[in-house]
Nanobody, 127 residues
Framework: QVLLVESGGGLVQAGGSLRLSCAVS????????MGWFRQTPGKEREFVGA????????YYADSVKGRFAISRDNAKNTVYLQMNSLEPEDTAVYYC????????????????????WGQGTQVTVSS
């Protein structure tokens, strides 16, 4: 069974930083584009960022561009989300996801593209 396990969430003050990690097992990690999404109660899951299989292409939602950075380490089967200058509006449960259909140099911003999901990690930003 494929496992995606997020970690690194927590409570932080506005302006602070957090680094989320997503450890992936039981799939060939380098063959998957990886995405980060977030969700708050009563709202649909929202795209945050994505990274291509080879790590050469990254994509971000406008709301996080310039503040968040996604990276991956294919040797460690892990994808990261560095979040800086956090705002209360960033409060959400953050999920990582894996997609095998994207090409080597692309990644999707659509949740329906992704095949495997983690259980999520809570990020709370206080004002």
């Amino acid at each position: 069974q494929v496992l995606l396990v997020e970690s690194g969430g927590g409570l932080v003050q506005a302006g602070g930083s957090l680094r989320l990690s997503c450890a992936v097992s039981r799939l060939t990690f380098s063959r998957y584009a990886m995405g980060w999404f977030r969700q708050t109660p009563g709202k649909e899951r929202e795209f945050v960022g994505a990274i291509s299989r080879d790590g050469g292409s990254t994509y971000y939602a406008d709301s996080v561009k310039g503040r968040f950075a996604i990276s991956r380490d294919n040797a460690k089967n892990t994808v990261y989300l560095q979040m800086n200058s956090l705002e209360p509006e960033d409060t959400a449960v953050y999920y990582c996801a894996a997609d095998w259909q994207s090409t080597t140099t692309q990644a999707s911003n659509r949740p329906g593209t992704y095949h495997y999901w983690g259980q999520g990690t809570q990020v709370t930003v206080s004002s």
